[in-house]
T-cell receptor, first 114, second 113 residues
Framework: AQKVTQAQTEISVVEKEDVTLDCVYE???????LFWYKQPPSGELVFLIR??????QNEISGRYSWNFQKSTSSFNFTITASQVVDSAVYFC???????????FGKGMKLTVNP | NAGVTQTPKFQVLKTGQSMTLQCAQD?????MYWYRQDPGMGLRLIYY???????DKGEVPNGYNVSRLNKREFSLRLESAAPSQTSVYFC????????????FGSGTRLTVV
């Protein structure tokens, strides 16, 4: 069975702090795909990144970076120099190879205070 | 460039009433999904449709039915609404294949009283 665990339910930081959102996944598949989505207060779900199981290269996009480690089954997301606009609920998700279904973690609410 | 369109955005139902949530996508995606989002529960899959003419149950299908009317449209029906179905409902679509992420609609906030 597949499972995604986001142990932190809520984090509050002050603007310009760095913050890391943890994601741990479980799957028996060798081919799988990991995703992060952002849900701002307006409610829509915004795709942030996808990572394949056979590509452990970390990725940086502006203030966002992702650290994928198969050895610890983790796909953590770091926001550098956080801003108020980063306040949102962030979801980590997993899709097994050959499946159409996306399994979500329970989400982590990030509040960035000015 | 509409993407995924859900209607209505808000709805209040009385227990026992029925209603249909509509979803349409204009991206020529094969796969479509219905999720519900509840506080502390994340998003849970209700039903999905991998292609036109096919539907399958997800994690929480009880109390719901779906129809994949054509490639564009995937509706979710509550035959006899219950307070436990109070939730935010999201429709999503994606191209076929596991490498693609989903495009989500803006959600329907449903309250059953």
């Amino acid at each position: 069975a597949q499972k995604v665990t986001q142990a932190q339910t809520e984090i509050s930081v002050v603007e310009k702090e760095d913050v890391t959102l943890d994601c741990v996944y479980e799957t028996r598949d060798t081919t799988y795909y990991l995703f992060w989505y952002k849900q701002p207060p307006s409610g829509e779900l915004v795709f942030l990144i996808r990572r394949n199981s056979f590509d452990e290269q970390n990725e940086i996009s502006g203030r966002y970076s992702w650290n994928f480690q198969k050895s610890t089954s983790s796909f953590n997301f770091t926001i550098t120099a956080s801003q108020v606009v980063d306040s949102a609920v962030y979801f980590c998700a997993l899709k097994r190879g050959g499946s159409e279904k996306l399994v979500f973690g329970k989400g982590m609410k990030l509040t960035v205070n000015p | 460039n509409a993407g995924v369109t859900q209607t209505p955005k808000f709805q209040v139902l009385k227990t026992g009433q029925s209603m249909t949530l509509q979803c349409a996508q204009d991206m020529n995606h094969n796969s479509m999904y219905w999720y519900r989002q509840d506080p502390g529960m994340g998003l849970r899959l209700i039903y999905y449709s991998a292609s036109e003419g096919t539907t399958d149950k997800g994690e929480v299908p009880n109390g719901y039915n779906v129809s994949r009317l054509n490639k564009r449209e995937f509706s979710l029906r509550l035959e006899s609404a219950a307070p436990s179905q109070t939730s935010v409902y999201f429709c999503a679509s994606t191209r076929s294949g596991p490498t693609y992420g989903y495009t989500f609609g803006s959600g329907t906030r449903l309250t059953v009283v």
